[in-house]
């Protein structure tokens, strides 16, 4: 595994020190620029052609349909007060709006229409992106830092997919053809990332699958279907329909990282007196200097300089400098995120080999627990993806036994019956 050293973040902060020319207090996000979703963003569901639910839908934000009517708009039991801009749901808290209510609706939605699809132009015309073919359009499994990601294919997620990133970072998926993230998955946030930074550009169809947990805005030119107990923080932005199903839908909240302003030391002052025609002279060159300063990888990043050049954020020069930051940041989260994933399975590893018990189904002590977060950490499979849902209960039921059979199975132990005992402690010894 390759480690973080001094040399890696050295290089970091050699390059923040020269973009620290940029001017006070600018705050770098990695990843591209975010999607400008203009009104469409007051939407937490868009659709051009309707919007369907059964079952015990719960949504949270304003739903829309345009150019289609309000009859479009099924399995919600909307009430409409008489010359009303706006009806509303019990599964919605919310205002829903169509094209056929009153003024200033039409036109309203007419523009978020015109915006949603702004915004899909937008996404899939990005270049440079930080990777093509990621995954070969299977991305179950991955830790996905901040960037640009394109596919000339369809995309699926088997299994839980992770993008860990800063508050401020931003990902942009484009896919040419179909999303489909399989059931009871998870598209998981880590290291602050959020969902209304998070953008999905879906040429083809959008299916979440049964229970399955999505986060991101997606913004999808044909349909996107949510299947029975799926959940959705996040935005469905669609240029056909969008079907729901025992669905909970929520509107991403979004908190921007700012950065904490730095002191300026009070100038010590001179014993010496000095006359008044040079007492503006004076101060200027007392002013303390300030050096830029980074924060570490997964926090936000603070430049601050003074008695410096101002250079317009349009300058090709600090263009040039905050993309190649930019990336420097990126390859810095990863290889975080990559130690620290070997590091808490050798940790968990080393606190395994200290059970001196055999534990079996129905065992309940901190030993079980421990024994958890190693299968957790392990990460074999189908059972311990299961049991990282659960987390670690300190109780051997079924799901720990599952998970601790599929480990000996991916490691050659045999049997592999799901019981800890001397072996799985001697393989475990001998490797961790």
Do not use: C
């Not at 107990?229 to 990282?257: E, F, M, W, Y």
């Amino acid at each position: 595994m390759k480690k973080i050293n001094k040399h890696s973040i050295l290089a970091t902060l050699v390059v923040l020190s020269i973009v620290g020319f940029t001017g006070p207090n600018v705050l770098l996000a990695a990843g591209p620029a975010a999607i400008n979703l203009g009104t469409a963003g007051n939407f937490v569901i868009l659709s051009k052609t309707g919007i369907s639910t059964t079952g015990s839908t719960s949504i949270v934000g304003d739903i829309g349909v345009s150019p289609v009517a309000a009859s479009y708009i099924t399995g919600f039991a909307l009430t409409l007060p008489a010359a009303s801009a706006f009806s509303t749901s019990a599964v919605v808290t919310g205002k829903v709006y169509a094209s056929d209510y009153t003024n200033p609706t039409p036109a309203n939605l007419t523009t978020a229409v015109s915006d949603m699809e702004t915004a899909y132009t937008d996404g899939a015309g990005r270049t440079n992106p930080t990777a093509t073919e990621l995954g070969a359009g299977n991305i179950g499994g991955l830790t996905i830092a901040p960037g640009l990601y394109k596919w000339g294919t369809g995309v699926t997620i088997p299994t839980d997919v992770t993008l860990s990133g800063g508050a401020n970072d931003v990902w942009i998926f484009q896919i040419a053809q179909n999303l489909d993230i399989s059931s009871a998955t998870k598209v998981v946030l880590a290291g602050g990332a959020q969902a209304a930074n998070i953008f999905w550009q879906v040429a083809g169809q959008t299916t979440i699958g049964t229970t399955a947990v999505f986060n991101g805005n997606i913004l999808d030119q044909t349909a996107i279907v949510l299947t029975t107990g799926a959940q959705l923080n996040g935005r469905a932005l669609a240029q056909t329909a969008v079907t729901l199903d025992s669905n909970i839908v929520t509107t991403p909240t979004s908190t921007v990282s700012t950065p904490t302003p730095t002191p300026t030391p009070t100038p010590t002052p001179s014993s010496t007196p000095t006359s008044t025609g040079s007492t503006s002279s004076s101060q200027s060159g007392s002013q303390p200097s300030q050096n830029a300063t980074a924060g570490t990888a997964g926090q936000a990043t603070t430049i601050q300089t003074q008695n410096s050049t101002t250079l317009a954020s349009s300058d090709p020069r600090v263009i040039a400098l905050q993309t190649k930051l930019n990336g420097l940041l990126v390859t810095l989260r990863v290889l975080q995120a990559q130690e620290a994933a070997e590091q808490g399975s050798s940790t968990f590893g080393q606190q395994v080999r200290a059970i001196a018990n055999n534990l079996g189904k129905g065992s309940s002590n901190n030993e079980v627990a421990i024994l958890q977060q190693f299968l957790i950490s392990q990460n074999k499979g189908p059972a311990a993806r299961a049991l990282a849902n659960v987390g670690a209960t300190a109780y051997f039921g079924v799901l720990t036994r599952t998970a601790l059979a599929e480990f000996q199975a991916n490691v050659g132990i045999s049997p592999a019956l799901g019981n800890f005992g001397p072996i799985t402690r001697a393989y475990i010894s001998a490797n961790f």
